[in-house]
């Protein structure tokens, strides 16, 4: 799948913002563990396919429990943090970073198609990590059942650059329990947070996911970024970060809004 220079962007700014904090991955496939890639529901020796098929006198035509081929996708960015590390210096971001998280960081109004393959790849993985692909005698579906507990382990991250209250409604967002404007999640059985990045409040503790905004909301976080003490543990990497932006986004074409990123970006010194 082909690239546009911002997904590059947020892929390595991730890797160096997040890195001592935990294991970021990148284009990770998921599901995780390769046995769980390539799958088979048994046939039941095809008992069901001979008897199907006398009844319907279409041998040729029915079956039973056929292979079933579960492809690897790949995610972006999947993060896994130190639990023995504290992210206070990552502000809002640290807090929704609690537990392994796969971000998706979109840079438009995204479509339901698009936040559906983002739910997709987290259920993968999800579903991936508890086994449940892997084809189980009954006793054991019921005594995992008895025993399953509602543990929010993982976590979907969602970076949108703005959205609508039309759309915040289709897929069910509602405000989230930080009381923070911007901030929403889904039903609580899909772990999932949304970041309306525009909808921020313009303070310290949300600038690493203002910098990934749109437009002026972007602008003024480079510039706050520029601003802040020369001996800050993070902003020279980041600052390297949108350095590479800067040269992948001269050599392509660049609309109205790029040429005023980049007149911001031209500003960041050597």
Known sequence: MTRTSFNLFAQRYFSTLLSEFGTVYLNEPVPRDPKLRVY??????????????AVTQRNDRIMISPEVIGEAELVDVLFEPDEQKARTELGLLG???SVPCIIETLRWLPTVREVRTC????????????????????DAVDREIEEEEDIDDKLLLIVLPSTTPTLLETWGASPDSRNVPGVYQLAPAF???IVVVSELPQDTSTLWLRLLGRGRTQRLAIQELMRLELR?????AVLHQFKQWYELMIQGQ????SKLCLQVLSQIES
């Open 232 to 236: 800050h543990p993070i902003r020279e």
């Open 95 to 97: 807090e929704l970073l």
């Open 254 to 257: 660049m609309g109205k809004e």
């Open 191 to 193: 772990c999932t947070m």
């Open 119 to 138: 739910m997709r790849h987290w259920l993968s993985w999800k579903v991936g990590a508890t086994g449940g692909m892997i084809p189980v005698d009954q």
């Open 40 to 53: 088979k529901l048994p046939s039941r020796n095809n008992v069901g396919t001979q008897i199907l098929g």
